[in-house]
């Protein structure tokens, strides 16, 4: 029986129907991977189906491979759940660099819990001594305060940690701490959290972290509304929005989010926002911003969350630094004006209703219709018509979701994730050549 035809060969189509490219099972696992908050449901798959698709593309990929895509999407895409799937699947696959992948990937003391409790997803087993010995160099990392803010209860403490991995001391200090951790005589750490629960004035705890630079960046976007209603003083907030210490572990979007629940501070963070694009690369020649609005961008990032990968895409849309057009395209393609910030975020998203996903005519007419050096492209991928090959020799397929299929390859650079890391890899990829 002659296979060499074209009816044995796979025919793959996304969710809306449009022809879709054949990839490897490497891009593959970066797609599923970079766009993925772990379990969350998204419009056209579930959080459980694009999580086993993830488990089984990592057994397929050498190890090497599997610990560094770990390291890159919490390091560079500040991804938080995900890494950690991968490394259950690292340790399953098992051999040398599994416990540094461990002690690398993790950066915070309760992804230690966090990585137990995924590996033991389906029951308790053994651990083994890779994993051991990778929880106890990332426990080694982390100090008291570290410790002490992250040691919560829960089917898997950090106590269980220590003494699963053997964490051996390197000196007398670090043995009496963890003494402290496994005595609960930890210093309580001086965290809004726990200042709160200890029943402590909201208003003057946020005023004195405030004052005392002891408020995560994330922290005070997400306690905006807690502090306007604690009357704490808007000239110490809005000092700390804009000098954004620690904010390069924020996802853009974080900024529009934090804006829509305190509407009096979206001036201030609009400048923050604005003034992370100036600090950005900006890209030479003239570039051409093509942003998917369509019905399927408005499913939320997560369960818990009002933001949606709408609003992911159209505030990455809204930080790239250069000379630029931007349009999007639903059943249709709008031009909207290149604006930064908050005011591009809302021209991108209120440029036309959400409605179907005609990705391949949109993309035909910036090639026919606008003269252009580069084409970036924010979408979800599931176009109902065929996609063509770009005309522009820089043209990008940034993906912001973890569907199985897509169009983005090819003679396109194709990217996952709705990070900033993407832009900057867009102006790495050019200096290098």
């Not at 089984?56 to 938080?80: C, D, G, Q």
């Not at 951790?181 to 001086?190: A, C, F, V």
């Not at 004035?201 to 972290?209: A, I, P, Y």
């Not at 930080?319 to 349009?327: A, K, Y």
């Amino acid at each position: 029986m002659r296979l060499n035809k074209a009816s044995a060969l796979q025919k793959n189509f996304t969710h809306e129907g449009a022809p879709a490219k054949n990839i490897s099972d490497a891009q593959a696992l970066r797609r599923s991977v970079l766009s993925c908050l772990l379990w969350e449901n998204e419009f056209y798959e579930d959080g459980v189906t694009i999580a086993d698709r993830i488990v089984e593309l990592a057994s397929k990929r050498p190890a090497s491979e599997v610990a560094a895509l770990a390291v890159e999407a919490r390091k560079e895409f500040n991804l938080r759940h995900v890494p950690l799937l991968l490394l259950t699947g690292l340790v399953a696959k098992g051999g040398p660099g599994v416990a540094d992948a461990i002690a690398e990937t993790i950066r915070r003391p309760d992804e230690m819990t966090e990585l137990l409790a995924i590996y033991w997803r389906n029951g308790r087993i053994p651990i083994s001594k890779q994993l051991k010995v990778g929880l106890a160099r990332a426990f080694g990392k982390f100090d008291e305060y570290q410790l002490a803010k992250y040691d919560r209860e829960g089917p898997v403490t950090l106590r269980d940690v220590l003494f699963l991995s053997h964490a051996k001391p390197a000196d007398e200090e670090r043995e009496a701490l963890y003494r402290r951790l496994i005595e609960g005589t930890m210093t309580t750490p001086d965290t809004w959290e726990t200042n709160l629960s200890g029943g402590a004035d909201k208003g003057e705890t946020f005023t004195r972290l405030l004052k005392e630079e002891k408020l995560g960046y994330l922290a005070l976007l997400r306690n905006l509304r807690n502090m306007m209603e604690a009357g704490v003083d808007t000239g110490l907030v809005r000092d700390a929005i804009l000098k954004r210490q620690g904010a390069h572990n924020v996802l853009p979007f974080r900024y529009v989010a934090a804006a829509r629940v305190v509407p009096q501070m979206e001036g201030f963070l609009d400048q923050a926002l604005v003034e992370s694009v100036e600090m950005g690369p900006r890209l030479d020649g003239k570039t051409v911003v093509l942003v998917d609005v369509s019905g399927s961008m408005g499913a939320k990032l997560s369960a818990k969350s009002d933001m949606t990968r709408r609003d992911a895409a159209a505030t990455l849309a809204s930080v790239i630094h250069g000379d630029l057009r931007v349009f999007t395209f639903s059943s249709g393609t709008v031009e909207v004006p290149p604006r930064r910030g908050m005011a591009g975020v809302d021209a991108v998203i209120n440029s036309q209703s959400h409605r179907l996903t005609d990705l391949g005519s949109a993309v035909r007419q910036m090639n026919g219709e606008v003269k252009h050096d580069r084409l970036i492209v924010i979408t979800d991928e599931q176009s109902q018509t065929r996609v063509p090959d770009p005309v522009a020799k820089r043209a990008y397929m940034i993906n912001v979701a973890s569907n199985r299929n897509g169009v983005g390859y090819g003679k396109w650079t194709h990217i996952d994730g709705f990070s900033e890391a993407v832009l900057r890899f867009i102006h790495e990829v050019e200096r290098e050549g």
